[in-house]
């Protein structure tokens, strides 16, 4: 389909949340395989009988571990495929599964203890500070903002500027942005792993960039080897 040759850049694998969000779903099992994200935001935040939201919460890789630390979680995402796929995984956890965009939260004032934005949220959309406001409206005074996103001084971007002429400046603003509003950093090197995923091999091949920056990781010993 020209729509899935038109989405395959590296850059825009994330297209595939709405339109396939199976195929999305297959990808992010592989990335983080050490689950460092998930470790460091558990070992930074208590999350015993807090109220958590999760926006973007897609197929559920961050909303079903939580569920387990947490009194409740409630997902939030504009793709009802991908939240029928995370109910499908999450059995009889607690977790409310809802329909929804950043721009108008169905919650009221002050509800939640914790807010978790995974690779989610651009501040520098047009509506991305009234998207922001939406976040601050529902947390409690005193909750935890976490906002999880590519560093734009980290290995991702130099492989964008090798292969793909990405300046990063976008990435910097945003950066920057967060550090203007206090937020506190964690920059951490997590791992992709696709090797045990013979399906995400066939959908992702032959697209130069990709096949270039696949040799570039298996010589780092680090994914898509074969």
Same mark, same amino acid.
């Given at each position: ?41 558990? $070992? ?8 958590? =939201? ?13 569920? =387990? ?5 409630? $997902? ?13 995984? $999450? ?112 959908? !992702? ?11 570039? !990781? ?9």
């Amino acid at each position: 389909m020209d729509r899935k040759k038109d989405i395959l850049e590296i850059g825009d694998l994330f297209a595939f949340y709405v339109d396939e969000p199976e195929v999305y779903e297959i990808l992010s099992q592989s990335e983080d395989i050490d689950n460092r994200i998930l470790k460091t935001i558990l $070992s930074d935040i208590p999350f015993k009988d807090s109220i958590v =939201l999760d926006l973007g919460a897609g197929t559920g890789r961050f909303s079903i571990p939580l569920s =387990l630390k947490s009194k409740l979680v409630c $997902s939030l995402d504009r793709s009802k495929r991908a939240l029928h796929i995370l109910k499908q995984k $999450s059995g009889s956890k607690e977790i409310n599964i809802l329909v929804g965009t950043f721009s108008n939260i169905p919650f009221p004032n002050e509800v939640f203890d914790i807010v978790i934005a995974a690779w989610a949220f651009d501040p520098s959309l047009p509506n991305g500070e009234s998207n922001f406001a939406e976040m601050l409206r529902v947390i409690r005074k005193g909750g935890k903002i976490v906002v999880v996103g590519n560093y734009p001084g980290g290995e991702y971007f130099s492989i964008r500027r090798k292969f793909l002429g990405d300046s990063g400046e976008h990435e910097k603003r945003v950066d920057e942005w967060f550090t203007s509003r206090k937020f506190k950093r964690k920059v951490m090197d997590v791992r992709v792993d696709l090797r045990s995923k013979s399906n995400i091999n066939r959908v !992702l091949s032959g697209q130069p960039p990709l096949e270039m920056i696949k040799r570039y !990781l298996a010589e780092r010993n680090r994914t898509w080897s074969t």
